[in-house]
């Protein structure tokens, strides 16, 4: 017994020193499990075109090109688009201010009664250089250069991960079904079929997810940003795209979305009634669309975690591994509900969670409870009754073929 404890703790030893080796290694390990991710995503369409007959690694290749030209026409197409509506918000500043001076604010003193107010750039554009004279020296303009060049040096590390991923991604997919198959074979033997049927379940469960995210993420974009074209927003592409993204986390993109809408149609339209119930219209048709069309037939509850634990997990996936763990917390989560789950229905059948009957009786009624892990049952106490002195002669004489009349 102590032995067979000794090695738990062990191998859960083990397993927390590989964690932690791998958190100290968080920059290298980042790409490879990008790297891994993708090729996970991607290797489905690759084993249908091996199974025509093509050479895997020209499979790998006419996928990769595919997605490159995919993102090529959409980066052509949206690049300009972009550029004009940034463009256009840089230049509608100016009117922005004026619109804030000589309407917003003269309307908001009016109404409540607010001593006047006003926004002076010249003053702001003094009061930031006299901060920034006052507060850094040379020395520290010395060491925000060298923050600026150890950030461009960060830029290219960043730069050489995004081109090093596909790289990474190729190769994995190249070894992919001899991985699968060592990592296979280091799983125990008796416990290969219960790791294999959660493996399973985590795959059927994580790609539903993924893609059905990915797709509710593209399309409530799309109808976000066509909504705020049609309705004559100058910059509705930008805002419906940021909405879209955003809509990972539950009504995120909503309300990121509806608060840059209203911000862009009082600097556009000034204050235009007609105009924000649009765009408030705009976004009821999306979050109705999301909630009656996307999310049931393409996501579903394929994930079971509740909005606020989808928020907890974006949030750390963010503190632990910046944009990139943003990305991958939800399909991350996905998985460890799986084996949360797991884990639950081990435990319920564990000595430890108890499965002994509880008998209590009632002296008033005369019933008994019997409680059990998975069991309440009601058992109603009757008093046996004696039957009646004939009853049991009659009874006798058909029961017992050995008795002889008198």
């Not at 007959?53 to 490159?68: D, H, K, M």
């Not at 925000?144 to 081109?163: D, E, P």
Request: aromatic share 10%.
């Amino acid at each position: 017994m102590v032995d067979r404890t000794l090695r738990r703790i062990l191998i859960l030893a083990g397993i927390a020193l590989i964690l932690w080796v791998l958190y100290l290694l968080k920059p290298v390990v980042v790409p490879f499990v990008a790297a891994f991710l993708i090729a996970y995503l991607f290797s489905p369409l690759v084993n249908v075109l091996h199974r025509i007959g093509l050479a895997r690694w020209l499979s790998i290749s006419i996928v990769f090109i595919g997605i490159g030209i995919v993102v090529t026409l959409v980066m052509w197409y949206l690049v300009p688009l972009v550029w004009q509506q940034l463009m256009y918000a840089r230049d509608s500043i100016p009117a922005g201010i004026h619109w804030i001076n000589y309407t917003f604010l003269p309307w908001l003193s009016d109404s409540f009664n607010l001593v006047p107010m006003e926004i002076d750039t010249d003053q702001i554009s003094s009061v930031v250089m006299d901060y920034v004279q006052t507060n850094y020296s040379a020395d520290s303009i010395q060491a925000m250069l060298l923050k600026l060049a150890q950030s461009g040096l960060n830029f290219i590390q960043i730069g050489g991960t995004i081109v090093l991923i596909p790289i990474i991604a190729f190769y994995f997919l190249l070894d992919w079904d001899r991985m699968l198959d060592s990592l296979r074979r280091l799983i125990p033997r008796p416990y290969e079929k219960t790791t294999l049927t959660i493996v399973s379940e985590c795959h059927s469960v994580l790609g539903a997810f993924v893609k059905g995210q990915f797709l509710v993420m593209v399309l409530l974009g799309v109808v976000y940003a066509v909504g705020l074209q049609l309705i004559g927003l100058e910059i509705g592409l930008i805002i419906g795209m940021i909405a879209g993204l955003c809509s990972i986390i539950p009504y995120l993109g909503f309300a990121v979305g509806i608060i840059a809408a209203v911000i862009a149609t009082f600097f556009q339209f000034g204050i235009d009634w007609w105009q924000l119930v649009l765009v408030g219209i705009v976004f009821m048709v999306g979050q109705a669309v999301e909630g009656y069309i996307l999310q049931p037939f393409l996501l579903g509850d394929k994930i079971g975690l509740s909005p606020v634990a989808v928020v907890f997990a974006v949030l750390a996936g963010a503190q632990l591994a910046g944009f990139l763990g943003m990305l991958i917390a939800l399909p991350v989560a996905a998985v460890i509900v799986v084996l949360l789950r797991h884990i639950r229905e081990y435990y319920e059948h564990t000595p430890f969670y108890g499965d002994r009957a509880v008998i209590i009786q009632d002296a008033s009624t005369g019933s008994i409870n019997i409680e059990t892990a998975d069991l309440d049952v009601d058992i109603e106490m009757k008093k046996p009754q004696k039957k009646p002195l004939q009853a049991e002669e009659n009874s006798s004489k058909i029961h017992d073929p050995h008795r002889k009349d008198s």
